[in-house]
């Protein structure tokens, strides 16, 4: 897992505030007043605030993590504005999800990092409840909102699955808050579905820096790739998800590493910088590295390219590159 910077508040409050004003339903007019009314009642801090369900929308994960222990009786207490915060997330179309996708600033799946985010879907859109669903199943074409029968054709979509950190069937409350969706590859939205983790790519409190990378060699040509941390909770997300296991399909990677670290000298790479920097290009450390590696070496960087994590933990450790200064 790599961490997710906070994206810039202020188009993070403009994107909220368009996706709070879709949150109307035919069916239910009460919704939004009947919704603020349970967060200004229920919602240390936010007593006095107008259209406070907004506050939840844009909160950060720290925010939403301390209101967490606020919504064990939610669902049974209220569960007609349970069922529709679980209808909003069907607002987010595919212009919104894209708006989402940009801001969080990653291509690469922030739990695994080893498969971009983005990939094309089917959808199907529901002119009854204007909402987008995603085809996994040929044969169904039930909309997930009103559970009328669509009958429109299908449309290709390039865009990335949203994982919901706070499952929304068990925190609705956090069903279309920007920090509780984290873009996912397929695999990992797929595994992790309902399951609870400890650790979020926006919790500032783990300190993602101590997950190391590290290899194991089994034979002449062959490793055993391992994820090193001394924390059993974020090791118990990584087991849920599988990752490790993963990983074992990269040993190609770790192997050519190895290599690498018996070409690049430091004499070959002090005349690589050399030969780079007569181009007027005046590469960085960072730079050269991603030259050697062929991937990024810098964390703020790992959420752009495959394996990233991986392959700068390896090839510290084997001596392939340095820190970045």
Known sequence: MIPIEKSNPSEVEKFCMELYRKLNFTDYPEFKDEL????????????????????????EFSILKNYKGLLDNFIDEEPRLAG????????IDS??????????????????????????????????????SFV??????????????????????NTAQLDHF????????FAVSFYNLIPSCYSC???KSNRDLEYSPYDTSF??????????????DEVNIKISSDDSAFKNGISILGIEELYQSHIDVVNELIWKKEVYTDSYREGLSEILNQTNLELSE??????????????????????????????KEIGLVGEEE
């Open 36 to 59: 603020n009314n349970w967060v200004v009642n229920n919602i240390p801090g936010l007593e006095s605030e107008q259209d406070a369900f907004l506050n939840i929308m844009k909160g």
């Open 166 to 173: 706070f499952p929304k069937d068990s925190y609705p409350l």
């Open 286 to 315: 960072a730079e050269v590295n991603r030259f050697i590696t062929g991937h990024y070496t810098d964390k703020e960087n790992y959420g752009k390219r495959p394996l990233s994590k991986m392959v700068t933990d390896i090839s």
């Open 207 to 220: 300190s993602f820096d101590d997950v190391k990378f590290t290899y194991i060699p089994k034979s002449v």
């Open 95 to 132: 212009r919104l999800r894209k708006r989402i996708i940009d801001l969080k600033n990653v291509s690469v799946c922030p739990y695994c990092n080893r498969n971009y985010i983005n990939s094309t879907y089917k959808i199907l859109h529901c002119d009854n409840c204007n909402q987008d």
């Open 136 to 157: 996994i199943d040929e044969v169904e074409n039930e909309c997930p909102g009103c559970k009328q029968e669509i009958n429109g054709q299908t449309k290709v979509v």
């Open 189 to 191: 939205n797929h595994v």
């Open 84 to 91: 529709y915060l679980k209808k909003s997330y069907g607002k």
